[in-house]
C-alpha cells in the first residue's frame, strides 16, 4: 500500500489511485515522467498501467485538489499497488461541487460562487447556519428576532434563494416569501463547506433558485485514516448574549465504512445592543418595556425593563444532532446515510412583541413554538465508466418540518395557535458523460413531493396566580395555509454541458424542464374567504444558461451569461393568512409563475502565484410577472362595510395579497479581492451594490440592501491565526423602501409621530470593527479570543427588527481527544 503526499517506491504494472478520505476511485489523474514525454491517465476505476514507466526512474502524480505525489521504481518485479492521494485544502478551493451537480474546476464555471471551507468556519467565531454565511462577500442576512437568519443574494431574499444541504432541496411548500430563519437549523459545527451561487440558477435546481443558491455540504466520514476513532470537543462563548455552543463529535474509521456523530447544544440570552448611537438617534431601538410572559407564565401587565439596551425576549436555545455513515461497497459503488435533526426551544419574535396598540404593549406573547428539521437521506454512488455514464449519484430523502406561531394580547386570556407540518419526499438523480477529451455533460431528474398540514385554533387560557396552569378546548380559526390539507409536487429533467473548446476559451449550455403541481383545500370553518374552498395550478417551465469563459491571456479571465429561473408559487404564496403591521395578508388564487432573466459579465485578475486576485460583476436582471403583496378585495366578506377591509381576530383591518404586477428590474455590481502583503499577512475586500426599479404604482422592490461591504487583514504564522475585520453599510431612505411591509420600514428610527401616523427615517448607515486570535499550543487543541464590535456601535442591518449586538468578548476552546 502507498500513501499519498511523499515519495516512495512502486512495484506493480497496475496501479490503482483512490482519495484518501472516501475510499472512492478518481478518475483522470495524470501521471507523467520528468520529461513529460510519457504521461497517462487513471480510469473511472482510478487504474493506470505503470508499464508505461518502464525504465523510468519515477513516476510524477498530480490531480487538481490533491497534494501532489512522486513514485519511485527500485526493482525491476511489478506487482499491483494501491495508492492514497490526499486532499489539499487550498486547491480544493478551485473545484466547485453546486453549479454543475459535479466536480468542476472553477475556471470552467461563468458564475460568481462564493465558497466558504471549514477552516475559514473554523478560525472565526462560532455562528448559526445563517451567519456563517456573512463569512462570504455579497450575502446580507436580516433578523426579525434573536433566533434568526434570512440569507439575502442580489436583492433576492426567502423562497427567491434556493436553500441546499447535501444535494437535497430545504426549500419547501410553505417557504416564505418575507423573512426566513430555516437556515438556523444547520449546526455549523457539522459543515464541510458552503458554496453560495450568484444569480438564477433554475438549471441545476429548478424553482426559487431566482436570486441564487446556497448549498451546505456536511462533513463525511473518512475511510483509513490514520486513528480509527477520533473526537473533538468544542466551546464558545459569546459576552454580548451571554450566549454559548458547544459541540462534541466523535469519528470512527475503517477500511469498509466510517462514521461521524455530532451533538450540539446552543444556549442564547437576551442581546445587548451597542451604546455608541453615531446615527444621532438616542432612543432607537430601545426596549423600555417587555412581557414577561411565556408559555407557563402569566403576567397581566408589561414590565418596566432596568436595563433598556437589553433587548428582552431575544434569547433561545437550539440542539442539533447528526449522524453519517458512509460504507465502501466495493471499488465502484458507496453508499451513505445520512441523519439530521434539530429542534430548538421556543422564539420569541421580537419585533412583533415591541408593537405598540394606545400607548402600551400591544402583545404579551408572540413566539414560534419550538422548531423542528429531521433530514433522513440515502445517496448511492457508483463509478461505470461509460462514455454516457461515467459516474453518477442516487439521492433519496424524507424531511419532517414542523413550526407553530402563537400569539396573545394584553387584556386577553386567548391564545391563538396556527401549527404546521411538512412533509417532503424527494428523489434526485445525477449523471456524468464524457462525450470526449474536452465535452463533459451532467445530467439528470428530480422528483419532489409535499404535504402540508396547517390547523389554527384558540383556547383561552387558566391562570392561577402567575401559573398557567391549563386551558379550554380549542376552538377553530383560520389556519395559516388551507385547512384541509394542501400539496404541491413537482417533476423535472436537467441537461449542463461544458466544452473546453480550447485552453482559452470554453463554453457553458443547459437546460432544464420542469413541471409542478399545486392542490389545496379549506374546510367550510373559519375561512377568511367564503368563496374560496379549493385551488388547483398546474404549472410548467422550461430554463436555460448559455455562458461563456473567455482567458485571453495568462491570469486573465472574462465570464459572460444569460440564463433565466423561475419561481412556481408555493402554498405559503397562494394560500397564506397572516396580519402584520396592521394589514392582513390573505390568500390569491389567480397567482401565476415569475421568472427572471438574468445577464452576468465578469472580470478577474489572478497573480501568477494563484494568491492575489480582484474580481468584478456585473449584473442586470428582469423579473416577469414579479410576484408581490398588493392591495386585494375580498367581495364576498360582510364583515365591514368597507370592501378593502376585513374584521379579523377583533380588528378591522386592510387586506392585500401576493399578486403578479408586471415587470421589474434589479442589477448591481460587485468586486471581490485578496492581496498577500507577505508570505504571512493577507488583504480581502469586498463591496456589493445593488439597485431596483421604482415603479410609480407599486413602489420600489423589497430585499434592496444599500451598499455594503468588508475589509479584513489576515495573519497566520506557525500556530497563529489573527484577524481583524471592519464591515460597513451605507443608508436606505424611506422613500426606497417596498409599500408592501417587507423591509420593515417601521423598524427603522422615527423622526415625528402624528395623527396621521409615523415619518420614518430609514436605515442609517453603520460600520462594525471586530478581531480574532486562534492559537494552536499543541496539534490536537486550539484557543480562540477576540472582541466584537470593538467600538460599541449601535446599529440594525437593513430591514431587521433587532439591533445587531454590542461590544463582546468572544472566547472558545477546541479539543481534539
Not at 503526499?5 to 495524470?30: C, K
Amino acid at each position: 500500500m502507498l500513501l499519498g503526499g511523499f515519495t516512495t517506491s512502486v512495484f506493480g504494472q497496475q496501479i490503482t489511485i483512490l482519495d484518501r478520505e472516501t475510499n472512492t476511485p478518481l478518475e483522470g489523474v495524470v501521471l507523467f515522467s520528468d520529461d513529460t514525454k510519457i504521461s497517462t491517465l487513471t480510469d473511472y476505476q482510478g487504474r493506470a498501467n505503470l508499464a508505461l514507466f518502464e525504465g523510468q526512474k519515477k513516476v510524477n502524480i498530480q490531480y487538481n485538489g490533491f497534494k501532489p505525489t512522486t513514485i519511485v521504481s527500485t526493482t525491476p518485479e511489478w506487482t499491483d499497488q494501491t495508492l492514497y492521494l490526499t486532499p489539499a485544502t487550498q486547491l480544493l478551493k478551485e473545484v466547485i461541487l453546486s453549479v454543475a451537480r459535479n466536480e468542476t474546476r472553477r475556471d470552467q464555471l461563468a458564475e460568481k460562487v462564493s465558497l466558504i471551507d471549514a477552516e475559514t468556519i473554523r478560525n472565526n467565531p462560532l455562528r448559526t447556519g445563517a451567519e456563517i454565511l456573512e463569512l462570504t462577500p455579497g450575502v446580507r442576512v436580516q433578523k426579525s428576532q434573536g433566533g434568526g437568519g434570512s440569507p439575502v443574494l442580489r436583492g433576492f431574499e426567502a423562497n427567491r434563494v434556493l436553500l441546499v444541504v447535501d444535494g437535497v432541496r430545504m426549500n419547501n411548500a410553505i417557504y416564505r416569501s418575507g423573512h426566513l430563519q430555516n437556515a438556523i437549523t444547520l449546526d455549523p459545527n457539522i459543515i464541510d463547506r458552503v458554496e453560495v451561487v450568484f444569480g438564477s440558477s433554475s438549471v441545476g435546481y429548478g424553482s426559487d433558485a431566482l436570486g441564487g443558491v446556497i448549498h451546505y455540504f456536511t462533513k463525511t466520514p473518512k475511510l483509513n485514516a490514520e486513528k480509527s476513532f477520533e473526537s473533538t470537543f468544542s466551546s464558545a462563548f459569546n459576552s454580548a448574549n451571554m450566549g454559548s455552543m458547544n459541540n462534541l463529535t466523535a469519528s470512527i474509521s475503517t477500511k469498509k465504512w466510517g462514521s461521524i456523530s455530532s451533538f450540539s447544544f446552543s444556549n442564547f440570552g437576551d442581546i445587548r445592543m451597542g451604546k455608541n448611537r453615531t446615527h444621532g438617534f438616542e432612543n432607537w431601538g430601545l426596549t423600555p418595556v417587555y412581557s414577561e410572559n411565556n408559555r407557563h407564565f402569566y403576567k397581566a401587565d408589561q414590565t418596566v425593563n432596568p436595563d433598556p439596551e437589553i433587548q428582552k425576549n431575544t434569547g433561545y436555545s437550539q440542539y442539533d444532532f447528526f449522524q453519517k455513515f458512509l460504507y465502501q461497497i466495493d471499488a465502484q459503488n458507496q453508499l451513505t446515510v445520512n441523519l439530521q435533526y434539530s429542534t430548538s426551544s421556543d422564539i420569541d419574535r421580537f419585533d412583533k412583541l415591541r408593537e405598540s396598540s394606545d400607548g402600551a404593549l400591544k402583545f404579551s406573547e408572540w413566539y414560534y413554538g419550538p422548531q423542528k428539521r429531521f433530514l433522513a437521506a440515502t445517496q448511492f454512488k457508483f463509478f461505470k465508466g461509460n462514455r454516457w455514464l461515467r459516474k453518477g449519484t442516487l439521492t433519496l430523502a424524507y424531511q419532517n418540518v414542523a413550526e407553530s406561531r402563537n400569539k396573545r394580547k394584553f387584556g386577553s386570556l386567548d391564545r391563538d395557535t396556527q401549527e404546521e407540518q411538512v412533509h417532503v419526499l424527494s428523489l434526485n438523480t445525477d449523471f456524468d458523460a464524457l462525450l470526449s477529451k474536452t465535452i463533459n455533460v451532467a445530467y439528470g431528474f428530480e422528483g419532489t413531493f409535499n404535504t402540508v398540514y396547517s390547523r389554527g385554533f384558540t383556547r383561552t387560557l387558566e391562570v392561577q396566580g402567575n401559573a398557567i396552569v391549563g386551558a379550554t378546548v380549542p376552538l377553530a380559526i383560520p389556519s395559516r395555509y388551507p385547512s384541509n390539507g394542501s400539496t404541491l409536487g413537482s417533476l423535472a429533467a436537467y441537461s449542463n454541458l461544458i466544452w473546453d473548446y480550447s485552453p482559452k476559451l470554453t463554453f457553458n449550455a443547459g437546460l432544464r424542464l420542469s413541471f409542478s403541481a399545486l392542490d389545496a383545500e379549506w374546510k367550510k370553518m373559519a375561512l377568511i374567504d367564503p368563496q374560496l374552498t379549493k385551488v388547483v395550478l398546474n404549472s410548467e417551465a422550461l430554463t436555460w444558461t448559455l455562458a461563456t469563459v473567455m482567458k485571453p491571456q495568462q491570469g486573465w479571465q472574462l465570464n459572460f451569461i444569460l440564463s433565466n429561473g423561475f419561481k412556481a408559487p408555493n402554498i405559503d404564496d397562494i394560500g397564506k393568512i397572516r396580519e402584520n403591521a396592521g394589514v392582513l395578508i390573505i390568500p390569491n388564487s389567480f397567482l401565476k409563475p415569475e421568472y427572471a432573466y438574468n445577464f452576468d459579465f465578469g472580470l478577474t485578475r489572478i497573480s501568477k502565484n494563484q494568491k492575489n486576485q480582484l474580481s468584478f460583476r456585473g449584473f442586470a436582471t428582469l423579473i416577469s410577472r414579479h410576484i408581490v403583496r398588493s392591495d386585494y378585495i375580498v367581495f364576498s366578506d360582510v364583515t365591514t362595510p368597507n370592501l378593502e377591509t376585513i374584521l379579523y381576530d377583533g380588528e378591522e383591518l386592510p387586506t392585500v395579497a401576493n399578486k403578479n404586477l408586471g415587470n421589474r428590474w434589479v442589477y448591481g455590481a460587485s468586486i471581490d479581492g485578496q492581496y498577500h502583503v507577505s508570505e504571512h499577512l493577507m488583504a480581502r475586500a469586498s463591496l456589493m451594490y445593488t439597485k431596483g426599479d421604482k415603479n410609480e404604482k407599486y413602489g420600489p422592490l423589497p430585499s434592496i440592501a444599500p451598499y455594503f461591504g468588508s475589509f479584513s487583514l489576515i495573519y497566520e504564522k506557525e500556530r497563529w491565526n489573527l484577524q481583524a475585520n471592519y464591515s460597513f453599510s451605507g443608508a436606505k431612505d424611506p422613500d426606497q423602501y417596498s409599500f408592501g411591509g417587507e423591509d420593515g420600514l417601521e423598524e427603522t428610527p422615527i423622526l415625528s409621530s402624528g395623527i396621521g401616523g409615523s415619518i420614518y427615517a430609514g436605515t442609517p448607515s453603520w460600520g462594525m470593527a471586530a478581531v480574532f486570535i486562534n492559537y494552536d499550543p499543541k496539534p490536537h487543541l486550539t484557543f480562540q479570543a477576540g472582541i466584537d464590535n470593538i467600538f460599541d456601535t449601535h446599529y440594525r442591518s437593513f430591514a431587521s427588527g433587532v439591533s445587531a449586538p454590542g461590544r463582546s468578548l468572544q472566547l472558545g476552546l477546541r479539543v481534539k481527544m
